[in-house]
């Protein structure tokens, strides 16, 4: 970055965002294919350097599945039980890994139609048939059931099923299971061990249709939470969040302004209590970064901070309280503390992307990764109906702040609590347009990092926080949308 948007940016004169400024563009000297997005949080790798928002209507189990299947990250949001959080991540943590661990089984005397309900209820093409002894004794799929309808309600499972399993030993390696999935044209492989089942591995989670995942150790997909920086209250809720901590990589301690005492405080005495990594945010500011980074004394577990506070596409934060600290301003600043204090500290920009372009510009002021409600609540993968209105599909995006996302009790403490965050809200609710799948919308935003990458100079993430940016004057601003044309800008 340029000293003259440092001091620019710096300056407490000017507050700049993305329409703001602009890359310079560099020369480039390498292939365009060789152009790498992929970014780092912590230990975690990322391909795709996006992740989607904690909030209710963007980021709930499919979609974190989704975009951990395609290279990024999605941040299970908070405006719910612990209860219904523990669903979220154990979906998530089960949904692709090498292995099955709680396999579907059914015993040998059961009835096809049992299978069928079973294997119906349960979204799964195929049931492991276990003995008295609970040993493997067959495979049912669903290929094996009758053609003829009048023999489900009578036949047996025993009749059809194919009994010559074919199973690997537990400690097989994936190269091992695919070559005997491979040899015998199988798609199921149980594990067993002296006959008794250990798991399962299927030729569709050994040959993942998505090279790019983000996963762990142990293959299974990132895993990552929302959560108040508040200590739960009772042993029953601790007992619940450490079960919690178990499915989950990353915690996100999830609140508008994290530079407070007490936010502070709680989330070191969770870190003491989990084992999981932690992003802290948000925050806007050079000092509270650099006070974040010095004077509190995190464990290992911190790993990142996510920063931009009021520009989001839902925000009315700065609006209603006349204080903000929008996005790219926020990059710049807690970027330069990051260099200063501890560089091994990811930083997430969130909010406030409103154009795939958007994307290269926080990447080229310091940030990491970078986080977006505004493209994927829209998507088919979002919690929520899609809707029509006057003929357009749509779906439902709502700032967390919003009186609508308030009416639940969990959400309460993301803002200042106290009779008035019940009366001034900080967020709206209103349509976006219905966009399709997300990989669509990642395809798009991939895209436009990548041309911005090459444009300016840069094959890799790291280069592209060197590339030259500057202030773009207001005559520049307006120059460089599509003008002079019929009227329709
Ligand atoms: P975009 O621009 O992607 O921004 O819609 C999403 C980010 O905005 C934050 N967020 C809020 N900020 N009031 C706020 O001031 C709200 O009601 C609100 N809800 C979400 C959050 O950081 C998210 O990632």
Redesign the pocket.
């Known amino acids: 970055m340029t000293d003259y948007f440092r001091k620019k940016v710096h300056s407490d004169e000017i507050i700049a965002t993305f329409d703001d400024m602009l890359i310079i563009p560099g020369y480039t000297n390498f292939d365009i294919d060789k152009i790498d997005i992929s970014s780092k949080l912590g230990k975690y790798e990322f391909h795709v350097p996006i992740i989607s928002?904690?909030?209710d209507t963007v980021t709930a189990e499919e979609m974190a599945i989704k975009m951990a299947l395609l290279g990024g990250l999605g941040v299970l949001h908070r405006n719910c039980s612990l209860q219904k959080q523990l669903e979220m991540v154990r979906k998530v943590k089960r949904a692709r890994s090498f292995v099955i661990d709680d396999v579907a089984t059914i015993k040998v005397d059961a009835k096809l139609a049992e299978a069928k309900m079973r294997m119906e209820k349960d979204g799964i093409s195929g049931i492991v048939v276990i003995n008295d002894e609970n040993k493997v004794c067959g495979i049912f799929t669903k290929r094996d059931f009758p053609y003829k309808e009048e023999i489900m309600n009578t036949g047996d499972v025993k009749d059809y099923m194919t009994k010559n399993v074919v199973s690997i030993d537990p400690g097989a390696s994936r190269e091992e299971a695919l070559e005997m999935l491979f040899q015998h044209r199988i798609e199921k492989l149980p594990i067993t061990e002296n006959g008794h089942l250990k798991g399962l591995i299927t030729t569709k989670d050994l040959k993942p249709e998505f090279p790019l995942a983000s996963k762990d150790e142990e293959g299974r997909l990132l895993c990552a939470l929302a959560l108040s920086p508040k200590f739960p209250e009772n042993i029953s809720s601790l007992k619940l969040l450490k079960e919690i901590d178990h499915y989950t990589d990353i915690f996100f301690i999830d609140v508008?302004a994290f530079y407070k005492d007490v936010d502070i405080r709680g989330t070191k005495n969770l870190m003491e209590s989990l084992e999981s990594d932690f992003v802290l945010g948000?925050i806007g500011t050079y000092e509270a970064a650099e006070f974040l980074l010095t004077k509190c004394d995190f464990s290992e577990q911190f790993i990142g901070l996510k920063v931009?506070?009021?520009?989001?596409?839902?925000?009315?934060?700065s609006i209603q309280t006349g204080v903000g600290a929008p996005t790219l301003y926020a990059t710049a600043q807690v970027a330069d503390a990051i260099a200063d204090y501890n560089p091994k500290i990811g930083l997430i920009a969130?909010?406030?992307?409103k154009n795939p372009g958007d994307l290269p510009k926080a990447i080229a002021v310091g940030a990491d990764l970078i986080?977006?409600?505004?493209?994927f609540a829209g998507c088919e993968e979002s919690p929520g109906y899609v809707d029509t209105i006057q003929g357009r599909k749509v779906k439902v995006y709502r700032?967390?702040?919003?009186k609508e996302?308030r009416t639940s009790e969990f959400i309460l403490d993301r803002y200042i609590e106290g009779e008035s965050s019940k009366t001034l809200p900080?967020?709206v609710s209103d349509y976006v347009p219905f966009v399709g799948s997300v990989s669509g919308v990642l395809s798009t935003l991939k895209e436009g990092l990548r041309n911005g990458m090459i444009y300016a100079g840069a094959n890799n993430i790291s280069n592209m926080k060197k590339a030259k940016v500057g202030i773009i004057s207001n005559a520049g601003q307006i120059e460089q949308r599509p003008h002079d044309l019929m009227g329709r800008y």
């Open positions: 928002s904690a909030m508008a948000n931009g506070m009021g520009s989001g596409s839902i925000c009315s934060t969130d909010g406030g992307f986080m977006s409600g505004h493209f700032g967390m702040g919003s996302a900080e967020g």
